[in-house]
């Protein structure tokens, strides 16, 4: 994975990440909307994008170099938090790396890829986005509820820093957020805390509901309000036996922790996790689909720990025969992840014929497109240009928090469309202020040799940057 870091592999939503932190490091107290020249509020702005961006400003370092510095910091805190939340589970040695092991391999048989999923592949492209550095601090969130909560007597300090932990979780990656408020409610329930922890767990939750309502750069509670996510998120319900029937290990090992100790919070945490995502497909939230690691890391986590504290014997051996026939299962089908740092044609043939090849970026356009200019893309390119400091039309992801992405939207459409006059696309051309056009292959727009526009660079697959002469 450090390996990877180094090529950074460029799928979904690396542009608006790194979109963001161009922002950040131009004008850190009020950056504005990241993809679209409008002075919106955005949920990417984040404590840890905000802490990056500062990063960025103080360095000088270019938004990539800064991404890298942050998937790393993401890792180290993934790693060390599964280490330190599994020693609180179990003192076996073993323990900790068989379960990083499952945390990214015991999966399914069916490639999947979604931040905040920590499969190998998905984590490779997913490694710089907030979701690694949110699950990283989750792990270390759980460990250190767990120790406060076998304290005694509970101390009040712990607490309110757990309360702040808490609120950076949600506020940098909402979705992970909800995973580790499942997980803390599981390990409370588990510590069968006594009377003295209440009024400490209460205090630590109101100070982080306080930083959630304090937070300058967004409305969290106004995302509960948020209703275009849920088509985006229906391929989450899909093919769930393919993606994760390796996770069915797990869930036997659950079942064994759970008749040993009904509140066992690993056991817990599964409940609560299964039920939220049931209740989402069910009620059609599939946004609440998010919260399926809920019940994949605790089954990851649960087999892990039997495993390595079974006692000597048959079940042992039975159990670790079938733990690493599932890893290798894993292992393979996750193969073409090898690919992000040696390259696809390094691969044999039959990985390599599973490889997703990264986007190739918008760098080309750089030595004409500047900081703030306003381009005119679809919306493929529109997730991707924007990393580079230039706007577009229309956000290329949805945005809660713009009141006219619509209209914006519409507008797009209408200059790529094909039933447009040449009168309506100069039109849209004027109202946006757009400085320079990105046109793909039979993709619409004027034509070529309309007078509005001026050819400047080709770039792959045929595409054509056009400045908009005034």
Known sequence: MVLVVGRLPWDGDLGMHAATLERLRHRLLDPGNPLVDENTPSPYYSPWTVFLGV???????????????????????????????????????????LALLCLVLLWGTHVFKWSGF???????????????????????????????????????LPFLGLGAIWAVMLLSHQFTGVVATLGALATVAGARAGRRAWPRLGAGAALGAAVLVLWP???????????????????????????????????????????????????????????????????????????????????????????????????????AVLLAGALAAGAWTQAQTVGYVTGPGALPGVVAAKYQVPWAGYRWITPWVRYGDVVMAR????????????????????????????????????????????GERIGVLRSYGVRWVVQE????????????????????DGQVLYEVLR
């Open 217 to 319: 750069y967004y409305d969290f509670f106004a995302l509960l309000r948020a209703d275009e996510l849920e088509s985006i998120h229906q391929p989450l319900y899909r093919d769930l036996l393919a993606r994760h029937w390796l996770v069915l290990l797990g869930i036997v090992a659950l079942a064994a922790r759970a008749r040993r100790d009904r509140r066992d919070p690993l056991a817990v945490f599964f409940l609560l996790g299964a039920v939220v995502f049931a209740a989402g497909g069910l009620t059609g939230h599939c946004s609440w689909g998010r919260a399926l690691p809920a019940a994949v890391v605790p089954a990851q986590l649960a087999v892990a720990v039997e495993v390595a504290g079974a006692a000597r014997g048959r079940s042992r051996t039975a159990g």
């Open 379 to 422: 919306t493929f390119p529109a997730r991707q240009i924007p990393a580079y400091g230039a706007y577009t039309v229309a956000p290329g992801y949805p945005d809660f928090f713009l009141p006219d992405a619509g209209a914006r939207e519409a507008a797009v459409r209408t200059y790529f469309g094909a039933g447009a006059s040449r």
């Open 55 to 97: 990063v960025a400003r103080v360095t000088g370092l270019s938004v990539w170099a800064v991404l890298r510095i942050g998937a790393l910091t993401g890792l180290t805190l993934l790693v060390t938090g599964v280490w330190r939340y599994v020693r609180a589970l179990s003192a076996h040695p073993l323990a900790p790396p």
């Open 441 to 460: 292959p039979s993709g619409g727009g004027l034509p070529a040799g309309d007078g509005t526009l001026r050819r400047v660079a080709a770039g792959p």
């Open 118 to 156: 920590l499969g190998l592949n998905s984590l490779a492209l997913t490694v710089a986005y907030p979701s690694v550095f949110a699950l990283g601090l989750a792990f270390h969130f759980w460990a250190l509820l767990t120790g406060a909560l076998r304290e005694r007597p509970p101390r009040w």
